[in-house]
Every structure is written in C-alpha cells, then in structure tokens.
T-cell receptor, first 116, second 111 residues
Framework: SQQGEEDPQALSIQEGENATMNCSYK?????LQWYRQNSGRGLVHLIL?????REKHSGRLRVTLDTSKKSSSLLITASRAADTASYFC????????????????FGTGTQLKVEL | DADVTQTPRNRITKTGKRIMLECSQT?????MYWYRQDPGLGLRLIYY???????NKGEISDGYSVSRQAQAKFSLSLESAIPNQTALYFC??????????FGPGTRLTVL
C-alpha cells in the first residue's frame, strides 16, 4: 500500500508561476523526503524534512510538514521549464530502536509541466 | 547518479526465463534497495539490504530474489519471469537515515 499520496496527480503552470504539491501519509514518520524524476530516469533527492521540523528551504524549494495532519507540501517558486518532471514524496517510518529506518515508502507522484 | 550503475539498461525477455539485474555503487554505502515502478503506482520496494549479511523482503518480494555479493553489489533475480513483471526497476543506496541515491533504471519487458 502507498504511504504517501500526492495531490494533485498532474499540474500544468506557466513559467514564472509557483507550483505547490501536497502529500498525505498514514503513519508516524521519522522524516519525509521529496524526490524528482525526469521522464524514465532515476529519482533525484530534493529535500529531507525531519519529524521535528516544520519548514525547510533549499534554493527555490520550500517544504512544510504538519505531523498533526500527516501532510507535507512542496512549493517550487518561480518555476522554469526545466522543472518539468514528476515529484514524489517518500516517508521513512522505520523503527529507530531496532536499527530500522531509511526504508522509504513512496507516493504515486505529481506530474508537473511548466510551459513557456 | 553516476555513482550507482545498473545493468542492463533495457531488457526484453520471454515468459519463464530467468533474468538477473545488477547494481553497483561506488558511494561506499552499506544500504541498498531494489524498487519497481509501474505507471500510476509510484515506486514499490522489492528487497533491501542494510549490510552484506542482511537481506529483507519489501512490499512486493514474491517472484523475486536478491543477492548481496559485496558491499558495492546487489543483484535482483526473476527466477521465472512473467508478463506482469514488466516494469521499470531501480536500485538505490543510502547511509543510515539519509537520502537515497538512485541508479538510472532498467526497463524490463516480459513477453
């Protein structure tokens, strides 16, 4: 079963606009990560936010985490055509005490298209 | 990521054939993973290994087996391939509790 569910499934915007993607999950987590995938290629890590963090920034990316609502959002500001890709959230819910963790559960992804 | 390589990149095979997908990494990570990706379903974990002597089943391990030949090598086998194993397969590596680094993927088609 999928831990994370992204919303929307697809998003089309104009270059320069902001893009917001949301992720909901079901269980308690240690951290949540966002990945990007260009068509048919391997995933590339974008940003990691820990369960005790509420917001994190990296360049044009802003991620928020609300553990009470079990949700996260990824904001890409001033989007570019090169941002066109699929974006996935992934949750790490491993048991720290038993040495688990870093076994990620991925959502189904949001396909972002940025048009010129 | 060039530090994680997968071979072959594309493979077409027939139902019932045995096939092996190989993954190598030069990142020095202990942890390695195999995922499959199907359209609309995201990535699903097949097997993972936290060190050379550790092998664990993931969400969808039936019909697959793995071998961790060394810290840097993790192979996925389909003992008797079937058409619904047609998918994009990814290998990934990580340190403890950090991001995962993915290979370029293997596109497998089972006829």
């Amino acid at each position: 079963s999928q831990q994370g569910e992204e919303d929307p499934q697809a998003l089309s915007i104009q270059e320069g606009e902001n893009a917001t993607m949301n992720c909901s999950y079901k269980t308690s987590i240690n951290n949540l990560q966002w990945y990007r995938q260009n068509s048919g290629r391997g995933l590339v890590h974008l940003i990691l936010i820990r369960s005790n963090e509420r917001e994190k920034h990296s360049g044009r990316l802003r991620v928020t985490l609300d553990t009470s609502k079990k949700s996260s959002s990824l904001l890409i500001t001033a989007s570019r055509a090169a941002d066109t890709a699929s974006y996935f959230c992934a949750t790490d819910a491993g048991l720290i005490l038993t040495g688990g963790g870093n076994k990620l559960t991925f959502g189904t992804g949001t396909q972002l298209k940025v048009e010129l | 990521d060039a530090d994680v390589t997968q071979t072959p990149r594309n493979r077409i095979t027939k139902t019932g054939k045995r096939i092996m997908l190989e993954c190598s990494q030069t990142k020095g990570h202990d942890r390695m993973y195999w995922y499959r990706q199907d359209p609309g379903l995201g990535l699903r974990l097949i097997y993972y290994s936290f060190d050379v002597k550790d092998i664990n089943k993931g969400e969808i391990s039936d019909g697959y087996s793995v071998s961790r030949q060394a810290q840097a090598k993790f192979s996925l086998s389909l003992e008797s391939a079937i058409p619904n194993q047609t998918a994009l397969y990814f290998c990934a590596t990580s340190d403890h509790r950090t991001e995962q680094f993915f290979g370029p993927g293997t596109r497998l088609t089972v006829l």
